[in-house]
């Protein structure tokens, strides 16, 4: 990846304030051993780097340097009032049979999951607690996606303080969804910082959800979250992603994947809050025969910025991925799409697509996309492509003939557009959560 070239640049006000919180806040952090010193190595990575900007080539489209104008004080342990703002909002959001795991204001609040009696060969453990007891293989794990890389993903290692920690045991099928859910209370603006992990062992199969929603409306908050997944041979994981935060959110996440032989990841994410938002998912094929779904739909409105970053690294033969993204925009709001898949010169026999596509509603909605390939090998089929443009007036103009007024022929229009990703999610429950998310953007953008 590009240099950011930012050692030459005065830090921002929000650069300072997090040298600042990162100072006072590092004291009380947890963790044993090691994990300060790692706290330390990862913010000096991100002082060095600082908030990317349009000059940091993966980061052209998002200057974060330029939106994120300050950087708000770290979220205190919720007390009674943001745990029953949190309860208020669950309810909502509930998904079936699914094992509900709820992260208030960045911390792991037990009076609100469900982690008693796991199924066999399903641990669930707080990551603040597995940071404090000396967990040297998982200690490992939490080190390995490339914080030297990328500045948030740094930021977030330095300043973790809390998220839950999945082990699935070989050949275990895990037949509860397991739903993490992010609130932010919004009893006063403040940031989060959560990491999870997830470790799948061969032949292993689990279903994760994970959703953003805020307690409060209209007060502003920061989330900076990673989630770092490995997966052994044969295992199987099927992730979903829906994030609502508050358009007074700013929104950055990270996926850190790495695949062992035969193992299959379907990830499906859906963007509709945050007034500026990115998820970035960086995926490595490090054992043959591994296979990647990646799905994804941006729903934008008013002036919202919401930003799609995928980076596949095909780095042994014998795999495939696919990745298709769509988007719809109303009003002025941005979506970016990137996608870069890398083939090294060892991986033959690789099978990589790509498409995007995007529905602008209005003349001042903008959506910039960059498919990229970078094939070192010569005996893979890969392919990308792009398309951008208003709702079919063909179409519509059937619709209306028939008596449809133009919010619902519109409406139905973009729902059978993002319903053809949707449906790619195999679990039923999970399916029929994307599409009430979904739902609920076309009902607020007519309002």
């Not at 079936?96 to 982690?115: F, H, K």
């Not at 993903?153 to 999945?166: E, F, Y």
């Amino acid at each position: 990846m590009a240099d950011n070239m930012t050692s030459g640049l005065e830090k921002t006000g929000a650069e300072q304030a997090l040298a600042q919180g990162f100072a006072a806040a590092r004291p009380r952090l947890p963790g044993a051993d090691g994990v300060d010193a790692l706290r330390a190595r990862a913010f000096g990575t991100f002082e060095q780097k600082g908030l990317p900007h349009r000059r940091v080539e993966d980061w052209k489209y998002t200057d974060l340097r330029a939106l994120m104008r300050e950087a708000l004080p770290m979220a205190p342990l919720p007390d009674k009032d943001a745990l029953a703002r949190a309860q208020a909002v669950l309810a909502p959001h509930a998904l079936g049979n699914a094992r509900r795991i709820v992260l208030v204001d960045g911390a792991l609040a037990p009076q609100l999951s469900d982690l008693d009696s796991p199924e066999r060969g399903l641990s669930l453990r707080p990551l603040a607690a597995v940071l404090a007891s000396r967990d040297a293989p998982v200690g490992a794990l939490m080190a390995q996606p490339d914080e030297a890389v990328d500045p948030l993903l740094s930021l977030n290692t330095a300043l973790m303080t809390d998220g839950i920690v999945i082990d699935v045991a070989e050949n275990a099928r895990i037949a509860r969804p397991v739903h993490l859910v992010h609130v932010a209370s919004g009893g006063e603006p403040a940031a989060m910082y959560t990491r999870s992990l997830v470790r799948l062992a061969a032949g292993a199969h689990l279903t994760l959800v994970e959703q953003f929603v805020a307690g409060a409306a209209d007060v502003a908050y920061q989330v900076n979250d990673a989630l770092v997944m490995e997966l052994g041979a044969g295992a199987r994981l099927d992730h979903s992603r829906l994030m609502e935060d508050d358009m007074a959110a700013i929104n950055v996440s990270t996926l850190a994947v790495k695949l062992g032989d035969n193992a299959h990841l379907a990830t499906f994410n859906l963007t509709s809050g945050a007034s500026v938002s990115r998820y970035q998912a960086f995926i490595r094929f490090e054992g043959s025969g591994a296979n990647v779904e990646t799905n994804g739909v941006n729903l934008l409105k008013g002036s919202q910025h919401g930003d799609t970053s995928m980076f596949l690294d095909h780095a042994v033969p014998g795999c495939s991925s696919r990745e298709v993204f769509r988007a719809v925009l109303d009003g002025r709001a941005r979506s970016v799409f990137q996608g870069r898949i890398v083939v090294r010169p060892d991986a033959q026999k690789t099978d990589a697509r790509m498409m995007t596509r995007a529905i602008l509603l209005t003349d001042e909605a903008e959506s910039d996309s960059k498919p990229e390939l970078e094939i070192y090998a010569d005996d893979v089929a890969c392919s990308h492509g792009s398309t951008s443009g208003a709702l079919d007036q063909g179409l519509l103009f059937y619709l209306r003939a028939r008596g449809l007024p133009e919010p619902e022929a519109q409406a139905m229009l973009i729902q059978a557009f993002v319903g053809e990703t949707i449906e790619a999610i195999a679990d039923d429950v999970v399916r029929e959560a994307a599409l009430q998310a979904a739902a609920r953007y076309l009902t607020a953008r007519r309002t």
